[in-house]
């Protein structure tokens, strides 16, 4: 418990949360604030991830948000270049060793899918591997996110630079590109929109999301890359802000949320980021892997740079 | 010779011309008087063939041409705005229709319609540098070079000084001798229709109110309504006139010293 | 490459859509189609304007994509959408409308009466069409084209969705400064390199200005009865509308089905579940509350700027500044404009507040009002203000009492304009909402983060009736402006002293000085 | 009595008016006329105030108006094309004025203004509904209704039909004799000025050709030009008129027939 009392309070009293997580994870943060008193003391307000990222870059502690949940790669640069969170003051027992300034929320696998309808269809092989795609036969039926665009296209990076190292790695990756061809896409969520629409028979992006497709009864299935499911974290922080009450307030939303809403995040994301968390087994990726080197924002753009020369 | 029978206009069954029949002979020089609203621009548009005609008929030298379209009757006109192509020369503007028709006009023609109307100086400049009456002479000119067999002219004084205006009566009156041109003239000016021209249309409501020489019409008025429209302007014009050209006669004058 | 990439689909769009508009915009001058007809037609051109255009990409793929409703229909796809082809096309269903008004309230200029002078001096119709038509519109289609080109040039939202390998510079700025890695000084160095083709819009401008020439009146006349003409052009407007319908219809089908394409099943649980959540309701009301805000700010400053430019005894630099101004707030990325406002006010009293949206929204929608506003005001009387001051007004009087009510069905456009604009933009707006500041079309960019395309396309609609509505009563007031005229008389004769002085004349003046 | 004195006007070095010295009297009507570009409506923009002065003065009653702002000047204008205000019935045009002067003009002096110029018909009339004959009417209403010290017309009459016009000619007389007013008129008719006014200030390029009564121009014309301009201008209408009513005397219409 981290309950708190009282009513809910006047427009500027409440926090105000700025949020890049999916409507499920929203919901689950919603649910552990509004039952441990904090209902009506806050307001949630959910943005894409660029634009989120920006308004970190551009308003620094400015920014109206008291209280952020974000993809921690984007905390950490945004502390780096802004100085703008707070310590946390309370402590949770993660798995990883995490910065002082925020904690993890969920943790996101990437993940092939395919429409099974498009496949048999077209009459495709089965993928395995993420290095099946370059098979020609793919040609035009896949699609991928740009590593420009989207740091879900850095999950497929990881996986590929992990297996093959960096030279063969960028070699696989640009025939992966050539594959996609037109169905190259900016935003992490693209390929799945494509996949979901037919327009191609494989797709690379959050495992979570293809999940959830494969559950509502659509000819959608999630393919577990054997190069591994590599992952990124989301987490919250706290803005550090000079009015200190609402700061306060903010700090113990911020412990609320990573104490209360891990049961039902790990429903949606199945990765154990804390202690004594269990992930139902049918949910999770057959291969977990992590990568080697600390996923930092000169990593990723490493990483471009070796895909894009 | 131009025979209009039993002309009918109606513009969504409202009549506007009703029943106009008349013949005019060729070279004569025709006015078109009444009343705003009277009709004459309609009864030109019928002639020249801008607009169906509801029923009746249009015969030039024998021939029906109540259901030829414009291009074909042969006949040109002259706008009441002139109507010159704003982004062409005076002079492009003159020769416009010869590159449609070639073998219309010789080269000397041209040059001689441009000095009758006097417009030798005006030639290069662009319509925007050109005073009124050297609009409507462009304008003339350019009509005149497509030697229409009836010509047509809405209104062509109205804007015009009293020099440049006698000026060009006097041209229009030459041109139609030289060429022996059948012209139709809109006017709403009495004293111009009946000194220009051979005939006076009066057009009142759609209907001939009068139709005969300048003499006619002010010797024999039909009725009261020519009485009024025309005759009292002319007579107003010729008191004052009267007045101005005998000496110590100004009442005005006298008042105010 | 991707500059000429840019250069090459916005170019050839351009000219396609003005070649298109140009007909479209003939046709309902220079035909005897029935007048009802006519009206019906001029707005079901102008129908994807009332649609954010986020949705022009979806619509593109749900419609000729694989799954496509017309390739269903037709049972193969006619042509890859992605790409070159595809991004062509939705730029041409995306800036058709703009430049058809464009060149639609342009041709309201064009002297009639010289078809007949033309076609009297034995034009052939080919020539006819030339003098009577292209020549006098030389510079409309110059702004025309211009107004095409930069819309497509700075639009990166149709080549997100759809853009395939053929990379255009305007994707190139959002994946540098929205991309993995957020970079605003090399997203700002591209922009940079986006604004010289506005050196030569401008320039083009100023160029075609020299064919620009004024007719004294604008006379209208009889058209002659032409089947052949007037079955050509009916033919033309069906084709053209019904291409834009089967691309859109999609829209007005997806909210009515279970899972499209899988699941075609109808059922409005979807429209139901969305329009149940309680935020829709906030989101649409400040939606509302900010275009209605937009439209009377953004019309009262095209306003003055017209007024300045049109009826001002200013010097002519302030009236060059003031075109150059509309030009360039047309030619700048959304995306650059909105980055720009987020760091120049951040810190500000009014960052996360609706006024800094509103502000946003005035300067991204100024050069069309500011174009409308000003024809008209060089068109009405020059001699009122004189007249005024010799009455006693002061200048801002005689602009109060006489000018404006002049010009109310100018007004009356604007505001629709400014309005719809205000409905469906969204790559400039969207790093200036806040919490308590989001609007519709901002949710609708979360929802498409989200994959909820359901969502999108019932937003989309809501969007899109309320525009229906607003622009059908600004119309109806624009061309009854006498009934405006005429409520202000009643309410004025009904209340107050003032009202029966200026309405029954001099009672309550005094009887002798 | 308002004086000019040696008044110059310039656009861009370009001389317009050039030295103008005439003074006029308290209630005098006074036409001004002249070929077209000869400076007319540029001298009544002067004295109006619109235009500043590039040299000279100008006096009223003695007191030096050359840098007074329009406004303050308390002269008044009537537009050629009227300029009233669409968006306001003929009423509210005429009493515009008195929102902002409400003690200028009594209702019944407004009254009797409307039943002068012949409008009590048409005062809740739409501008857009009224002829323009009645718009002039509304437009000089308009302007009394001010109680101007001076009354500035530019081509009043140009616009109007022949009869028309003498009513309208008769009104303005009766007006400034009613209310001593000094009126000054441009126009382009010879006709018109001569029998409207006491006197006539001719200007050619901008300089005073004749400044004198109708009388002494028409018999005793100043120099060739007021001859060629003026004269020969109202002698060709004499003749057309004499001829027109000298029974058989019409050279037109015996060519014809
Ligand atoms: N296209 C049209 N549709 C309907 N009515 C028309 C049309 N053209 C003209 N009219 C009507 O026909 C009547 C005659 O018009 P017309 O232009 O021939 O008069 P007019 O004698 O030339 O008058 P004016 O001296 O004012 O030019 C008018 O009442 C006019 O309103
Ligand atoms: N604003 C201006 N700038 C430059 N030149 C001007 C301006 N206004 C008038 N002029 C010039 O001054 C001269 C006199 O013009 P004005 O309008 O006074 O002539 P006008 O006698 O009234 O002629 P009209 O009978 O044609 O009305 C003309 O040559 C005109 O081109
Ligand atoms: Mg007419
Ligand atoms: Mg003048």
């Known amino acids: 418990g981290c309950g708190s009392s009282g009513d809910s309070a006047s427009a500027d009293e409440q926090v105000v949360i700025y949020t890049n997580a999916d409507p499920e994870a929203q919901d689950a943060f919603k649910h552990a604030l509004d039952s441990n008193g904090f209902e009506g003391k806050y307001v949630m307000q959910a943005f894409g991830t660029s634009e989120l990222g920006g308004k970190l870059m551009a308003e620094g502690t400015n920014i109206e948000a008291d209280l952020i949940t974000m993809s921690t790669y984007y905390i950490d640069s945004a502390q780096k270049e802004n100085k703008m969170f707070a310590d946390l003051t309370f402590d949770a027992k993660t798995l990883q060793e995490t910065p002082s300034y925020y904690k993890p929320t969920t943790g996101q696998f990437g993940a092939i899918f395919v429409n099974t309808e498009v496949l048999q269809k077209e009459n495709l092989p089965m993928p395995k591997s993420i290095k099946d795609l370059t098979n020609p036969v793919y040609k035009d039926k896949i699609s991928l996110p740009d590593i420009m665009g989207s740091s879900t296209s850095w999950l497929l990076a990881q996986a590929?630079?992990?297996?093959?190292?960096?030279?063969?790695?960028?070699?696989?990756?640009?025939?992966?590109?050539?594959?996609?061809?037109?169905?190259?896409?900016?935003?992490?969520?693209?390929?799945?929109?494509?996949?979901?629409?037919?327009?191609?028979?494989?797709?690379?992006?959050?495992?979570?999301?293809?999940?959830?497709?494969?559950?509502?009864?659509?000819?959608?299935?999630?393919?577990?890359?054997t190069e591994g499911n590599f992952?990124?974290?989301?987490?919250?922080?706290?803005?550090?802000?000079?009015?200190?009450?609402?700061?306060?307030?903010?700090?113990?939303m911020a412990e609320c949320i990573v104490k209360n809403s891990r049961q039902e995040l790990l429903k949606f994301y199945p990765m154990?980021?804390?202690?004594?968390?269990?992930?139902?087994?049918?949910?999770?990726?057959?291969?977990?892997?992590?990568?080697?080197?600390?996923?930092?924002?000169?990593?990723?753009?490493?990483?471009?740079?070796?895909?894009?020369? | 010779m131009l025979e209009l029978k039993h002309i009918v206009k109606k513009y969504d069954e409202k009549v506007i011309l009703n029943d106009i029949s008349l013949t005019v002979e060729d070279g004569e020089i025709i006015s078109i008087l009444g009343p705003s609203g009277g009709g004459k621009t309609t009864l030109l548009n019928v002639i020249l063939g801008i607009t169906p005609l509801s029923g009746g008929q249009l015969l030039y030298k024998g021939e029906d041409l109540s259901r030829v379209p414009m291009q074909k009757r042969g006949f040109n006109i002259v706008f009441q705005d002139y109507a010159l192509f704003p982004n062409l020369t005076a002079y492009q503007n003159i020769v416009y229709g010869l590159r449609n028709k070639?073998?219309?006009?010789?080269?000397?023609?041209?040059?001689?319609?441009?000095?009758?109307?006097?417009?030798?100086?005006?030639?290069?400049?662009?319509?925007?540098?050109?005073?009124?009456?050297?609009?409507?002479?462009?304008?003339?000119?350019?009509?005149?070079?497509?030697?229409?067999?009836?010509?047509?002219?809405?209104?062509?004084?109205?804007?015009?000084?009293?020099?440049?205006?006698?000026?060009?009566?006097?041209?229009?009156r030459t041109i139609a001798k030289q060429y022996h041109l059948t012209t139709i003239i809109v006017t709403h000016d009495p004293e111009e229709a009946l000194t220009l021209s051979h005939r006076v249309l009066i057009l009142n409501g759609g209907k001939i109110a009068q139709f005969d020489t300048p003499d006619n019409i002010i010797h024999a008025p039909k009725d009261d309504f020519i009485k009024k429209f025309i005759l009292s302007q002319l007579q107003i014009k010729r008191d004052n006139i009267y007045k101005l050209f005998e000496p110590g006669a100004m009442p005005a004058a006298r008042q105010a010293q | 490459m991707s500059l000429r990439n840019s250069f090459a689909v916005s170019g050839l769009e351009a000219f396609i859509t003005v070649v298109l508009a140009f007909?479209?915009?003939?046709?309902?001058?220079?035909?005897?189609?029935?007048?009802?007809?006519?009206?019906?037609?001029?707005?079901?051109?102008?129908?994807?304007m009332f649609l954010p255009t986020l949705t022009y990409g979806f619509a593109v793929i749900y419609s000729l994509g694989k799954q496509g409703l017309i390739t269903q229909i037709i049972g193969h796809q006619l042509f890859s959408i992605y790409g070159f082809w595809g991004l062509l096309i939705s730029y041409v269903i995306y800036t058709l409308p703009p430049a058809f008004v464009l060149l639609y309230n342009a041709f309201k200029y064009v002297d009639k009466?010289?078809?007949?002078?033309?076609?009297?001096?034995?034009?052939?119709?080919?020539?006819?069409?030339?003098?009577?038509?292209?020549?006098?519109?030389?510079?409309?289609?110059?702004?025309?084209?211009?107004?095409?080109?930069?819309?497509?040039?700075?639009?990166?939202?149709?080549?997100?969705?759809?853009?395939?390998?053929?990379?255009?510079?305007?994707?190139?700025?959002?994946?540098?400064?929205?991309?993995?890695?957020?970079?605003?000084?090399?997203?700002?160095?591209?922009?940079?390199?986006?604004?010289?083709?506005?050196?030569?819009?401008?320039w083009l401008l100023r160029f075609t200005e020299r064919f620009n020439f004024r007719y004294n009146k604008i006379s209208t006349f009889e058209l002659a009865d032409d089947k052949v003409r007037d079955g050509f052009f009916a033919a033309v407007y069906v084709v053209v509308i019904a291409a834009i319908f089967a691309i859109f219809a999609i829209m007005f089908i997806v909210p009515f089905i279970k899972s499209w394409p899988y699941q075609v099943v109808f059922t409005t649980e979807t429209l139901q579940r969305i329009l149940s959540d309680r935020s829709i309701e906030t989101v649409y009301t400040n939606s509302v509350m900010v275009a209605a805000a937009t439209a009377v700010i953004g019309t009262v400053l095209a306003y003055m700027a017209a007024l300045v430019n049109a009826r001002?005894?200013?010097?002519?630099?302030?009236?060059?500044?003031?075109?150059?101004?509309?030009?360039?707030?047309?030619?700048?990325?959304?995306?650059?404009?909105?980055?720009?406002?987020?760091?120049?006010?951040?810190?500000?009293?009014?960052?996360?507040?609706?006024?800094?949206?509103?502000?946003?929204?005035?300067?991204?929608?100024?050069?069309?009002?500011?174009?409308?506003?000003?024809?008209?005001?060089?068109?009405?009387?020059?001699?009122?203000?004189?007249?005024?001051?010799?009455?006693?007004?002061?200048?801002?009087?005689?602009?109060?009492?006489?000018?404006?009510?002049?010009?109310?069905?100018?007004?009356?456009q604007m505001l629709s304009y400014i309005f719809i604009q205000a409905m469906v933009t969204i790559s400039a707006i969207i790093f200036v909402t806040g919490a308590r500041t989001m609007v519709m079309t901002t949710k609708i960019t979360q929802a498409q983060y989200f994959e909820k395309y359901d969502e999108v396309f019932v937003l989309s609609l809501l969007i899109f009736l309320t525009n229906i509505i607003v622009k059908v009563i600004f119309d109806y007031l624009s061309s009854h402006d006498d009934i405006v005229l005429h409520v202000k008389q009643k309410f004025q004769s009904i209340f107050g002293k003032e009202a029966k002085r200026q309405n029954a004349g001099l009672e309550d003046l005094p009887e002798r000085i």
Request: charged share 20%.
């Open chain 1, 160 to 225: 590929v630079f992990d297996a093959y190292g960096e030279q063969e790695g960028a070699a696989i990756l640009k025939q992966l590109e050539a594959n996609a061809g037109p169905h190259m896409e900016k935003s992490g969520s693209g390929p799945l929109k494509k996949v979901k629409a037919g327009e191609v028979a494989v797709g690379f992006g959050l495992r979570h999301q293809g999940l959830m497709e494969e559950q509502k009864g659509l000819p959608i299935k999630v393919v577990d890359p």
């Open chain 1, 231 to 252: 992952f990124l974290t989301e987490g919250v922080a706290v803005i550090n802000k000079a009015d200190s009450k609402k700061k306060e307030l903010a700090m113990k």
């Open chain 1, 272 to 309: 154990a980021l804390y202690e004594g968390e269990t992930v139902d087994k049918t949910f999770e990726p057959a291969y977990p892997k992590q990568y080697k080197e600390a996923l930092t924002v000169d990593l990723l753009k490493k990483h471009q740079q070796l895909i894009k020369g």
């Open chain 2, 102 to 172: 070639p073998g219309i006009a010789t080269k000397e023609e041209v040059a001689d319609l441009i000095r009758l109307l006097d417009l030798q100086d005006h030639v290069d400049k662009r319509i925007s540098q050109l005073s009124g009456g050297q609009k409507q002479r462009v304008a003339l000119a350019r009509t005149l070079v497509m030697k229409p067999k009836i010509l047509l002219l809405d209104e062509p004084l109205s804007a015009l000084d009293g020099v440049i205006k006698e000026s060009i009566k006097e041209r229009i």
């Open chain 3, 23 to 48: 007909v479209l915009a003939y046709g309902l001058h220079y035909t005897k189609l029935p007048e009802k007809f006519k009206s019906v037609v001029q707005i079901l051109i102008i129908l994807p």
């Open chain 3, 113 to 202: 009466h010289f078809i007949i002078v033309s076609q009297i001096m034995g034009d052939s119709p080919l020539r006819t069409f030339y003098i009577t038509s292209v020549r006098p519109m030389i510079g409309t289609i110059a702004a025309a084209f211009i107004l095409s080109f930069f819309l497509s040039f700075t639009d990166f939202g149709i080549p997100a969705s759809i853009g395939g390998q053929y990379t255009v510079v305007a994707t190139q700025l959002y994946m540098v400064m929205m991309g993995a890695v957020p970079d605003f000084q090399s997203g700002s160095a591209i922009a940079v390199i986006m604004l010289i083709p506005s050196i030569v819009a401008v």
């Open chain 3, 312 to 412: 001002s005894q200013l010097p002519g630099v302030c009236k060059m500044l003031m075109d150059a101004c509309a030009m360039v707030t047309n030619t700048v990325p959304g995306m650059v404009l909105g980055v720009a406002f987020l760091f120049a006010f951040t810190g500000s009293p009014i960052q996360n507040t609706f006024i800094i949206i509103i502000l946003l929204n005035s300067v991204r929608e100024f050069t069309t009002p500011y174009l409308m506003i000003q024809a008209s005001l060089s068109k009405i009387n020059m001699s009122w203000e004189t007249t005024g001051a010799l009455m006693g007004d002061s200048w801002l009087k005689t602009i109060f009492r006489v000018i404006i009510p002049n010009t109310m069905s100018t007004v009356f």
